[in-house]
T-cell receptor
Framework: EDQVTQSPEALRLQEGESSSLNCSYT??????LFWYRQDPGKGPEFLFT???AGEEKEKERLKATLTKKESFLHITAPKPEDSATYLC????????????FGTGTKLQVIP | DAGVIQSPRHEVTEMGQEVTLRCKPI?????LFWYRQTMMRGLELLIY????????DSGMPEDRFSAKMPNASFSTLKIQPSEPRDSAVYFC???????????FGEGSRLTVL
């Protein structure tokens, strides 16, 4: 069974204070690893897909990286509008489309 | 282009009542997913469909839960009878074939008293 563990559960940063969120995964045949952002009262919003170890993706102040066992979401010089819950998810190999989510990291950026 | 549309946004009901949640996926998407989100367990996959056919319903908690997709533009998740432990936010999501990029609706917040 696919498993996704995210840490920390919550993170509080000062505006401009860079940090990283961690996503550890166990999956039989990784098809893809995904990062989502979820704002309060909203559905998750897709950010990135990573397919293989060593791959990196960037979007504004966010950069996602992938190794064989974990992924990191680096946040550089965050702003208050980056406050949200960040979810990691994996899609396993095989013929079916099943995406398993972690429980998320709730990020708060203080002005 | 309209996103995934869910209704109702909020539902408050009493234990034992039937609850029906509705979802309209994005046009052209082949996959439809129902997830449940709670503070304790996060996002849990309940069931997903491919081309209107249920593929994996192993996440459905028990026989009180059922889901249907009568056509490509509509799906329902039904709980009968409802129980307080069913209180959660239920999300519908859709995607194109084989990609893990899911498009979520805004969710239906269910409270069972």
């Amino acid at each position: 069974e696919d498993q996704v563990t995210q840490s920390p559960e919550a993170l509080r940063l000062q505006e401009g204070e860079s940090s990283s969120l961690n996503c550890s995964y166990t999956v039989s045949g990784l098809r893809g690893l995904f990062w989502y952002r979820q704002d309060p009262g909203k559905g998750p919003e897709f950010l990135f897909t990573l397919y293989s170890a060593g791959e990196e993706k960037e979007k504004e102040r966010l950069k996602a990286t992938l190794t064989k066992k974990e992924s990191f979401l680096h946040i550089t010089a965050p702003k208050p509008e980056d406050s949200a819950t960040y979810l990691c998810a994996v899609q396993s190999g095989g013929g079916y489309q099943k995406v398993t989510f972690g429980t998320g990291t709730k990020l708060q950026v203080i002005p | 282009d309209a996103g995934v549309i869910q209704s109702p946004r909020h539902e408050v009901t009493e234990m034992g009542q039937e609850v029906t949640l509705r979802c309209k996926p994005i046009s052209g998407h082949d996959y439809l997913f129902w997830y449940r989100q709670t503070m304790m367990r996060g996002l849990e996959l309940l069931i997903y469909f491919n081309n209107n056919v249920p593929i994996d319903d192993s996440g459905m908690p028990e026989d009180r839960f059922s889901a249907k997709m009568p056509n490509a533009s509509f799906s329902t998740l039904k709980i009968q009878p409802s129980e307080p432990r069913d209180s959660a936010v239920y999300f519908c999501a859709s995607s194109k074939t084989r990609t893990g990029e899911l498009f979520f609706g805004e969710g239906s917040r269910l409270t069972v008293l």
